[in-house]
């Protein structure tokens, strides 16, 4: 960009704080929005102006779930038999797929060494076009637990310890743990406990040293309730989520990732696409009660970010998002709950101060929108334009 300042000028402006018509003044050095509450006021400096008129200005996705080695292919277990050059190619064209999409900062919750912390690195210095990446580095698991094939494997707290801080030394920006079993490890009980409360404890010790958050991936009841009390950041997936617990979990503030995208994806194809049986049993037991869940979530008031855990079965990178959306709201969410889950929410769960908003200081992360994202949430889907750091990109 040669001119001093990108103006949006003309249109309406959408985010957690509502909508109102502003114009949307960016720096074009900084890449941060100057002003997004009023007329546009170039000043003395050189401006380029993007109409907006009949259009709405919105801050770009956060996913905060998602695997960005994996390409959603029916077994994703069969990534194990590939050699980290090649899941590197496919983390690259994923970052693509995810900010032509309006997604514009993602964490990724596991991938093998530091793949995932490295992708991260190459957009920051340019080197890739991407969203903005805090990854985990690999996951902490018990050893044959779920996801063992990309995960540090470690027993009992002294292991689990030193396992999260080998993955701060890598530069993580989360710790990430399988606190229950999963759907997509063979053997694995879904809901089952793997690690236990007590090393989980040491998990979030060796985290919050460096003031890093931690997430737990964790289906069960006792599995989450463990997870909470040991002060997890996140629970991700929280499928068998009780009253109860529900309750455990917004009086703690614990946050909650559901990640709707990732049944859908195994549920919906099945076993005809090549999804493994086995998994397709243990989705289709999980969807039944996910729906209780999120009854329970809603009604004691559990603080909602949005994830999509992208990656996995036909759960696409680049679509993963749209869908988790409208997923939300139908599974209860307004229109304006999912924009904030999918914003300020999800941008305060990965420590960050400066996304999620069209206000002074946030980072330019925008999309130009053809309707209004507070009132239909179908409005995320083919955007006009993307915008990273005041920068053009799809």
């Known amino acids: ?141 018990m050893t044959g637990g779920h996801g063992h094939w990309f995960g540090r494997e470690a027993d009992g707290a002294d292991e689990v310890r030193k396992a999260a801080r080998e993955q701060l030394k890598r530069g993580a920006g989360v710790v990430k743990t399988m606190a229950t079993g999963g759907v997509l490890t063979e053997g694995a009980v879904t809901g089952a406990p793997e690690l236990t409360q007590q090393e989980l404890s040491a998990l979030v010790d060796a985290a919050s040293a460096k003031g890093v958050p931690t997430a737990a991936h964790a289906h069960g009841r006792e599995g989450i309730r463990n997870a909470v009390r040991a002060g997890i950041t996140s629970v991700e997936h929280g499928t068998f989520m009780d009253e109860d617990t529900a309750e455990l979990m917004a009086r703690e503030g614990t946050y909650w990732v559901p990640t709707a995208s990732a049944l859908e994806g195994i549920v919906e194809n099945g076993v005809e696409a090549g999804i493994p049986e086995e998994a397709v049993e243990k989705a289709e037991d999980a969807q039944e009660r996910f729906e209780r869940a999120w009854e329970h979530a809603l009604d004691a008031g559990v603080t909602i970010a949005m994830g999509t855990d992208a990656g996995t079965p036909f759960n696409f990178h680049g679509e993963n998002a749209l869908r988790e959306m409208e997923l939300m709201v139908e599974y209860g969410l307004t229109s304006t709950a999912a924009l904030e889950a999918a914003t300020v929410t999800a941008a305060e769960l990965l420590g960050l101060s400066d996304v999620g908003r069209v206000a002074e200081g946030y980072r330019a992360d925008l999309l130009v929108l053809d309707d209004d994202p507070n009132e239909d949430v179908t409005a995320w889907r083919d955007a006009a334009a993307v915008y990273r750091d005041g920068e053009r990109v799809a």
């Not at 003309?10 to 941060?32: I, K, L, N, P, S």
């Not at 590939?82 to 994923?94: V, W």
Request: proline share 4%.
């Open 1 to 141: 960009m040669s001119a001093d300042r990108l103006v949006f000028e003309g249109g309406r402006v959408a985010d957690a704080d509502g909508t109102r018509r502003a114009d949307v003044v960016v720096d074009a050095d900084t890449g941060r929005i100057v002003s997004g509450d009023g007329d546009a006021d170039g000043g003395d400096v050189d401006v380029e102006t993007v109409d907006v008129s009949g259009q709405v200005v919105a801050p770009g996705l956060v996913d905060s779930h998602v695997h960005l080695m994996m390409d959603a292919r029916p077994d994703v277990a069969t990534t194990a038999e590939e050699g980290p050059e090649l899941l590197s190619y496919r983390a690259a064209a994923n970052l693509r797929a995810n900010v032509e999409a309006g997604v514009t900062t993602v964490r990724d919750l596991g991938a093998p060494g530091s793949l995932a912390i490295d992708a991260g690195r190459a957009v920051d210095e340019g080197v890739l076009d991407g969203p903005n990446v805090v990854a985990c580095g690999e996951n902490v698991v």
